[in-house]
């Protein structure tokens, strides 16, 4: 199971920290990724990160603003979100796969096997 949180509203420049919370499944073998889904446009990975860390995605749209990070200590995953913008809105899910030899990139591509239910980030003035 996958419990998204931390979502809300922000102005335009301002910071979120999303927390994916995990249980029910070794968190050390998994993959962990964060995608949104903004209305009326397709959903999109936006950072993952590989089981152990090792391997590091973000869309071009969010490097340098969004930082993934992965506790397997905690089964905890994080997604700081600075600089925010009009169009980082959008439903963020936490997901996670298990399958091994996939980069990261190809994770957030493509998908990942397990879905929690999303947290809404608002950026408006």
């Known amino acids: 199971q996958l419990q998204a949180s931390g979502g809300g509203l922000v102005q335009p420049g301002g910071s979120l920290r999303l927390s994916c919370a995990a249980s029910?499944?070794?968190?050390?073998?998994?993959?962990i990724g964060w995608f949104r889904q903004a209305p009326g446009k397709e959903r999109e990975g936006v950072s993952c990160?590989?089981?152990?860390?090792?391997?590091?995605y973000y869309r071009d749209s969010v490097k340098g603003r969004f930082t993934i990070s992965k506790d397997n200590a905690k089964n905890m995953v994080y997604l700081q979100m600075n600089s925010l913008k009009p169009e980082d809105a959008a439903v963020y899910y936490c997901?996670?796969?298990?399958?091994?030899?996939?980069?990261?990139?190809?994770?957030?591509?493509?998908?990942?096997?397990?879905w929690g239910k999303g947290t809404l980030v608002t950026v408006s003035s």
């Open positions: 997901a996670a796969d298990e399958r091994r030899g996939n980069s990261a990139r190809h994770y957030c591509n493509y998908g990942m096997r397990l």
């Open positions: 029910g499944f070794i968190f050390d073998n998994y993959a």
């Open positions: 990160i590989t089981n152990r860390g090792g391997g590091i």
